[in-house]
Each structure stands twice: as C-alpha cells, then as structure tokens.
C-alpha cells in the first residue's frame, strides 16, 4: 500500500505532488509528506492526511521543480509526523519515500546500529536510506550504483523514489513487488503508484517492472536492471480520462461507483457477449481452450471481496461445467505447499492487480507448472502482467476502498467464462445456454431497477444504523453475497457483522439471535428459495429482525420480514450480480448516517501490496 508521486521537470512540483497524492490516498492515508529539490532538500511530513499536510505548510516557500510525495499506510511504526514519509538520511542529503516492506530491516539496522548510525523512525524505509547513503559514501559512488548495491541485499518489497542533494533534477526510483509508473511528457517526467497523477499532463506511461531501477531527469529517462544493463523503456498509451477518477457530482466515490455499475457491467458485457448470435469472444480465453477442456479442476485464488467473487464462480461453474473448483485465500495458498499439477488452471481475481498475497500466489503456482488466467480491473497491473491470459474487467478506476463495481463485473467475466468453458465442454443445453446470455444480457438494466429504488434502502439504514451486529444469511449462489454484503457493512460503518450459509445458523449463530438481532436474507427466487425461507420463520420465531432482498413479487418472504430490498425476476446463475446491490447500498447508508469516512474507512487501504 502507500501512494508514491514524483516530479522533475520545468513545472513547480508541489502541486503536481498534491494533487497527485489526493487522488493516491485511497492507498492509504495514515500520513502525508513531500520533498522539494529547493536549495537543499526540504521534507514536510505530517500524521493524517493530504489536506492536513496541506493546511500546515500554508505560507512556506515551496517553489521547486523536482519533488516527491507520499501517502502512507502505516507497517513499521505507528501512524506519526516522524514515521511518515519522505525519510531523510544522516547527512541530510538523500531524500527516500518507500511502498512497501523491506523483510530483513532489522539485520540492516543492527549492521547500522553497529556503524554509529542513530535512527529517527520506527521504519525499514529509514533503515534501508541510511544503508544506500553508507554505500554511497563508503564507495564514493553515484547514488544510482549505491541503490543498485543496497538493493541485492534487501529482502521483501519495494518501490523506492530517491533525491539527492548534489544531484537536484534526478529522481532515482526502482521497483520490486510494489507498483510504479512513470508518465513521460515534453521535457518532464512524472511518477506514480499508478496513472491518476498524470492524467492530464501525459498519456505516455512506463510501467516499470520488478528489478528494474530507473534514473529519472526531466528530459531523459534511463531504465536499467540491477545488473547495470540498459533496458529499452516501453511507452505504452493510457487509455484513461480526468473524469473517470473524479466524483462526478457524488458525496462519495462509492456512491457513485454503486451508481455506475449498469454501465460498468455493460462495458464489461460489451463487444464479447452476442445474446442472439450465442456467442462469447474472450481472446485470452480462447486461447487457452484446450487447456481448460481437459483441466482436472480449476482452482481460484484471491483476497477480500475478489474471494467472494471467486466463490460465487466456484457455483456457477461447478453447476455449468462440471469441472472441480477450488477457491482458495491467496494469503494461505501462498504459504501452504498447494497440491497443484502440471496444467491446473489458475483463476486469479484482482480489482487492483497489485495484491501481494495474490501475486505471489500466483508466482508459487506458476512454478509449479499452471497455467494462470487473471481476472484484473487495472489495466497493465502487476497481476494482469504476471497472468498467461485471463479478461480485464472493464469497471474503470475504483476510487473508494470498499469494492463494488469491480466486483459485479468480475462476477460477469467469471460468468462469460463459465458459459465459454460450459460450451466447449458441451456440458449446457443450447436453450440453458442462450437463455442465460440473454439473462446476462439483462443484467445492466436490472442493477439500473435496483438503483432506482435506492432511497428506500436509505430509509432502512437510518432504522438500523445504531445496531451493533448483523447477521447475512442466503444459501446456494447467494450465499457468497452474504459474505460480501458483511464484509461491506464491517469496512464502511464498523458494525460487526457476519455472513453464513443459512443452515449452519442452526449449527451456532442462531445463538445471538434476539429482538435487537438485525438478520439479512438474500432470499432471490432460486432452487433454495423454500428452505431460506424455513431459516426466516426460525429467526422470527426467536423475535430476531428479519430484513431481506427478494425478488419482485415474492409475497411470502415479504409477509415474513419487518423490511425488504427488491430485486427483479431473473435468474439464479445471474441473481448474485444483482442481488449484492442493495446490500452495497445498504452499507453505504449506515456507514453515512454513523458519520464513517466510508471511502477511507479507518485502518484500511485500496491496495494491499504488503503480506
Ligand atoms: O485488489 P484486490 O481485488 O486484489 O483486493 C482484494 C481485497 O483487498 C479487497 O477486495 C478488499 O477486501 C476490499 N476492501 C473489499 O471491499
């Protein structure tokens, strides 16, 4: 996590720096600095975030046209104005900012320690600064040769920008496991965690790749590996505007990405699903078709909220396909020894791409000879890259932290894919088949129905927002929507809140249920619909509070809830796609009404990219 932006050209840096790192903070947000080349290196540094570094500095001189700027998620040392970010070295003349963990910090330290350096932050960035200057010093070298010295003994993960005093128009950067991009414009360069602090100087952008360290000056930019060789850059064109990352009008970036899913979900439809020709082009599918025909199982590896949508997959294609499916936590996967043969298909899903746990899990069965297919919203992203083949997502950029465009329109690639596999391996009848393109089809405009309706679901949080627990309930294809829906009500409003299959309530969690008990039902029209519905009468039965989603129509279930959110008919392989919406609106409302920075909620960042 941590957001990293840079700048060397003719520009002034500082607000280009800002900027940049507003649009970052969704990295994280515990604390906020910048260095200035400005007759020396200046660092202003500060615990919280962007707009509070902002509010200090009024008034400095902050003329510059190098810089850099951080926005931290804190690992090493706790949220502070002497851990953030930039770090400057003993003599005062290096200046580091750092995304990242360096592993074997404390073995760094101690050689330091030893050496008479004192240290003032808790932090590894620190530590490996004052390393790279002990090398500089001691060799009496460039800092570009003592970075790529430090670096051959550093375990973990990093992307690190540097400026140096003696050499006031070069940022230093390398990268290894932590994303960075380097925009090139006219006589300036620009870098970033990702494109956003670019976007309306450059659409020409590097994505630097792991072991590569780059000398950054405002009209030359030299990409090397760590063996000192020249590595041609390669300019690739963004394909990303202004307005996509900003608010458009919303309070918050997760209103308005709950608000874009019909036409995030079309464009991730668009130009591969042809309902009346019955077809599905996915190239980087396709292309693996064999493959997955006589695969022996598929196994899915992700975190969080792609997890869920990899569970939601792991129904769909079971039923589809008849073919295995393993979903599996990626931070397990990784450090387990997963039985996985030459030829297992790996399904990575990743909104962000950058997710370490996913990417090395990704790297752990690659050695082992599967073939992996990235499921990834971000284009160009260390996943996507890492992946043999696989379809992007199409949701554009996702700003709040909660996710919910990337994943309904993961859950509508790993549809199209299950439909692809199902087809090749003639496993669905031509009518199931076509029926549910069509059904696919549909979905768009049925979230459109949804949203419609979003003030009511507005009502019901004011009515909930004080509980102090939730429980989500649902089975069969609605049951990993029950995990999404408390995972999103637990990093919105922190609210406890937990999500079961509906028949294991009877196996324990039934047990905290009493009249203050808030009970989600996904109860969609589905071939469960009747024993959800026996769940229903047993949690009334014990006076709980039964609110459910349910399809239009559906009187029975509406006469057993105090409250209901409405879906339209359609049909259970597509139902999660739709049935989550209102869950997502729901926790968005409470998370409002308790007064939560529901696109910064405490303690969390966008992108995970340490372990
Ligand atoms: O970028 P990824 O999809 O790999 O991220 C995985 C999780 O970190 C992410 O889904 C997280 O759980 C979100 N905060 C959920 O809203």
């Not at 990834?376 to 950029?397: C, D, E, F, K």
């Amino acid at each position: 996590m941590c957001g990293i932006v840079g700048y060397t050209g003719p520009r002034e840096a500082y607000p280009i720096i800002i900027k940049g790192l507003k649009r970052l903070e969704y990295r994280g947000y515990d604390s906020t600095g910048v260095a200035l080349q400005n007759g020396g290196i200046k660092v202003y540094k500060k615990k919280g975030k962007v707009a509070e570094l902002e509010d200090t500095i009024v008034g400095k001189n902050l003329h510059a046209n190098v810089g850099i700027g951080h926005t931290r998620w804190a690992t090493h040392g706790e949220p502070s104005d002497r851990n953030a970010h930039p770090h400057q070295s003993a003599s005062g003349k290096l200046a580091m900012i750092h995304n990242g963990i360096i592993e074997n910090y404390s073995q760094l330290k101690n050689e330091l320690l030893k050496k008479g350096y004192t240290f003032k932050s808790d932090t590894d960035t620190e530590v490996l600064l004052n390393f790279i200057e002990e090398i500089k010093t001691n060799n009496n070298c460039s800092l570009e040769e003592a970075v790529r010295v430090a670096l051959k003994r550093v375990t973990g993960a990093y992307v690190i920008l540097l400026l140096d005093a003696e050499e006031p128009e070069t940022i230093i950067a390398a990268r290894k496991g932590s994303p960075l991009v380097i925009g090139v414009g006219k006589g300036e360069h620009f870098l970033g965690s990702d494109a956003s602090p670019m976007l309306e100087y450059t659409k020409e952008v590097v994505y630097v790749n792991d072991y590569e360290l780059a000398i950054i000056k405002p009209d030359e930019l030299i990409l090397k590996n760590l063996g000192n060789e020249k590595i041609t850059p390669y300019i690739q064109k963004l394909d990303l505007e202004l307005a996509a990352i900003e608010k458009g009008g919303y309070e918050h970036f997760m209103l308005k990405e709950i608000f874009e899913q019909p036409q995030t979900i079309y464009d991730c439809l668009r130009g591969r699903l042809d309902a009346e020709a019955g077809t599905i082009t996915m190239s980087g599918i396709e292309q693996y078709a064999n493959q997955i025909k006589n695969a022996r199982r598929i196994v899915m590896i992700a975190c969080g909220t792609s997890w869920h949508a990899g569970l939601v997959a792991e129904y769909v294609i079971e039923e589809l396909c008849r073919l295995n499916v393993e979903v599996e936590y990626a931070s397990e996967f990784r450090y387990r020894n997963p039985v996985i043969d030459e030829g297992d298909i790996i399904v990575a899903i990743s909104q962000s791409g950058e997710t370490a746990d996913t990417l090395v899990a990704i790297e752990t069965a690659k050695s082992k000879g599967a073939i992996i297919l990235g499921v990834v919203n971000v284009v160009g992203s260390s996943i996507a890259r890492a992946s043999h083949g696989g379809a992007y997502t199409h949701a554009g950029p996702e700003i709040g932290v909660a996710s919910t465009k990337a994943f309904t329109a993961q859950l509508a690639v790993l549809t199209m894919i299950a439909l692809k596999i199902a087809n090749i391996k003639g496993t669905i009848s031509h009518e199931r088949y076509m029926l549910l393109l069509k059904e696919l089809n549909e979905v768009p405009e049925k979230v459109a129905w949804v949203l419609k309706n979003a003030d009511k679901v507005k009502k019901l949080a004011e009515k909930y927002k004080d509980a102090d627990d939730f429980l989500y309930l649902a089975r069969g294809y609605n049951f990993p929507v029950a995990l999404e829906g408390a995972l999103k009500l637990k990093e919105i409003s922190y609210i406890h809140a937990e999500g079961y299959p509906a028949a294991e309530m009877k196996h324990g969690p039934i047990a905290l249920v009493d009249e203050t008990l808030p009970v989600v039902f996904i109860a969609t029209k589905d071939a469960y619909h009747e024993k959800v519905v026996s769940n229903m009468q047993e949690i009334k039965a014990r006076k709980g509070k039964v609110i459910s989603v349910i399809t239009e129509g559906d009187d029975l279930s509406t006469s057993l809830s105090d409250d209901v959110m409405i879906i339209p008919e359609a049909d259970e392989i597509v139902a999660p796609i739709i049935s989550v919406v209102p869950l997502q609106l729901l926790a968005y409302y409470i998370g409002v009404a308790r007064g939560c920075d529901v696109d910064k909620p405490r303690n969390l960042a966008k992108s995970v990219t340490v372990e």
